[in-house]
């Protein structure tokens, strides 16, 4: 299914008068906003494969309707996101959930809808058919080379997958970890892990990055090889120039402080991409903004202010991808109030008044420092999330017309009631 150029004109001719007037009463307000508007037409957040289908919990899984079978018809998915929010323009692949059988048909179809390759992400967190070594206890730092050899080879194979799609960027998150104690020499299971990622990063193309994320706790629940950021920038900074830390929101502890992680990874230019999600008690994968709509703009303002300090792309630079899982919603609808989530989250980070906020903190003055950063957060942005849809051709109101088309009736009608999207 593909969404008709004049079912959005005319969805958003209904609602162009109430749009006008809202756009119209913020521009009085704060002034000239194209640049504003620029930048969120720029923004694209790339979207997983593994997303598009109901998630399930480890108590069970209950299955949606009209789920993508094929690799075919979750970029179809991603092309109905990207053509209702104009925001969605790249798709990020699971390896070997994924496997594209010809690359340039599945390429040439993805850019039918408008969409790039992100980030190829590498699986060595279950084993597979057929496979000939267990990952039960662990890949990249198993104490058998190898196990270990058979990972690192899995990942030159996606980087090969990848960079047959147009991907610039490999993301490695490892299940590696121990959860008894004396189980790992906490040591030789980094130095072993450094060895088989410096292995991987030989086999990187040269414009090609390599994000290693971490998680501070499951599947194993007393020590994570790559726990926290601390060793993930270790790993970044041992790798080399093409290696970077990746902040999956869902990976940390409890109220750390995301927004000073990613203030510091930037400043020591090794931030490379982000996960989106939200959650209330660990990693939940709940939809974006979900739980904490005030911390993603604090995470937000520090990306806005930390990328502008060292002059990067905010659209390009880093990558930006939503790592949810969805097991009560609709996934496309999901997908379309996470994305609704980060550009809100954006869009209010661009409003803060960066020369004002320096004068309060150089005058301790903290009261106006709150102020400032809560002018910014309390202001209504969706009308200008809304305008940067219509300039891009998008709808006015995605999860509206979404309803409207009734997509999921009509996808259901095509693929059928009980498909199954492979992954988790
Ligand atoms: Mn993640």
Known sequence: MRIEKESIERHNEQHLAKHRRHVDFLSQEIGSLDALFDKLVQFQVAVPSWALGTGGTRFGRFSGRGEPGTLEQKIADVGLLHALNGSSGAISLHI??????????IKELASSYGLR????????????PGQALSYKFGSLH?????????AVAHNLEVIKQGDALGSKA?????????SFPGQLNFREAFERTLDSLQAIYAGLPSDWKLFVEYKAFEPHFYSMTIADWGQSLLLANKLGPQAFSLVDLGHHHPNANIEQIVALLLMEGKLGGFHFNDSKYADDDLTAGA?????????FNELVEG???RGLDHATDLGWMIDASHNLKDPLADLLQSVEAIMIAYAQALLVDRQALRA????????RAQE?????YRTDVRPLVAEARLRSGAALNPIGLYDELAVREALTKERGEHTVATGL
């Open 360 to 367: 309060a903190q150089a005058a301790h003055d903290v009261v």
């Open 142 to 150: 198993h104490v058998d080379a190898a196990v270990r050899e058979q």
């Open 170 to 178: 490999l993301t490695v998150w490892l299940a590696d970890g121990s």
């Open 96 to 105: 070997p959930w994924d496997i594209p059988e010809q690359p340039t048909k």
């Open 372 to 376: 400032i950063l809560q002018a910014a």
């Open 291 to 299: 739980i904490k709509p005030y911390q993603l703009f604090l995470i």
């Open 117 to 128: 390759f992100d980030a190829v992400n590498s699986n060595t967190f279950q084993d597979q």
């Open 307 to 309: 990328m502008d300090a």
